[in-house]
């Protein structure tokens, strides 16, 4: 089983300033890592997939990346509306894993 | 506007069976492969079966192999979760997922139903 982890547990930001959320594979995925946005008592939003390919409707604040097994997950400038659970996602092998999650919140 | 609504939750015994309902619309339910993901009270994501277009691929997390079946039904724009030997480990909000396009990652998801393992 590819076991994700993420870093910070927690992230605690001013709005307006940049946060950067990192996931690790234990193998590698290639690019196929997708990254969701929780808040409480919603179901998950795809952010991200394939690494870097945002999806339809998010704002382009919203950025991802990819060095071998190390993702990254950028937001710009954080909105209001960021402050969230966020979760990245390998779906190259089975059994399909998500990490710990990163929860991003007011510094 | 692609919909997805879980049907099916609530409190079970141990030991207990129960069966999940998706009713999707909104989309073309046959082309689309489909997942199941729970979510335990106040913990991560956890990824538990998904079914191909046609039914003719399944896939199971260890947890749940064996005591969980995943099926569908493309004429009535369902999919399913038919869940026995529930233990209080399944106690989770069950959502059901759409993939995006052909992998396997969710992109599309349903409000959830919380399904309740406990004596």
């Known amino acids: 089983e590819i076991v994700m982890t993420q870093s910070p547990v927690t992230l605690s930001v001013s709005p307006g300033e940049r946060a950067t959320l990192s996931c690790r594979a234990s193998?590698?995925?290639?690019?196929?890592l997708a990254w969701y946005q929780q808040k409480p008592g919603q179901a998950p939003r795809l952010l991200i997939y394939g690494a870097s390919t945002r999806a339809t409707a998010i704002p382009a604040r919203f950025s991802g990346s990819a060095s071998g097994t190390e993702f990254t997950l950028t937001i710009s400038s954080l909105q209001s509306e960021d402050f969230a659970l966020y979760y990245c996602h390998q779906y190259n092998t089975w059994p399909l894993t998500f990490g710990p999650g990163t929860k991003v919140d007011v510094k | 506007e692609v919909q997805l609504v879980e049907s099916g939750g609530g409190l079970v015994k141990p030991g207990g069976s129960l069966r999940l309902s998706c009713t999707a619309s909104g989309f073309t339910f046959s082309d689309y492969a489909m997942n199941w993901v729970r979510q335990a009270p106040g913990k991560g994501l956890e990824w538990v079966s998904s079914?191909?277009?046609?039914?003719?691929?399944?896939n199971y997390a260890d947890s749940v192999k064996g005591r969980f079946t995943i099926s569908r039904d493309n004429a009535k724009n369902s999919l399913f979760l038919q869940m026995t030997s529930l233990t209080a480990e399944d106690t989770a909000v069950y959502y059901c997922?759409?993939?995006?396009?052909?992998?396997?990652?969710?992109?599309?998801w349903g409000l959830g139903t919380l399904v309740t393992v406990s004596s």
């Open positions: 193998q590698s995925v290639s690019t196929n």
């Open positions: 997922a759409r993939l995006l396009g052909s992998a396997w990652f969710s992109g599309y």
């Open positions: 079914i191909t277009r046609g039914s003719g691929y399944t």
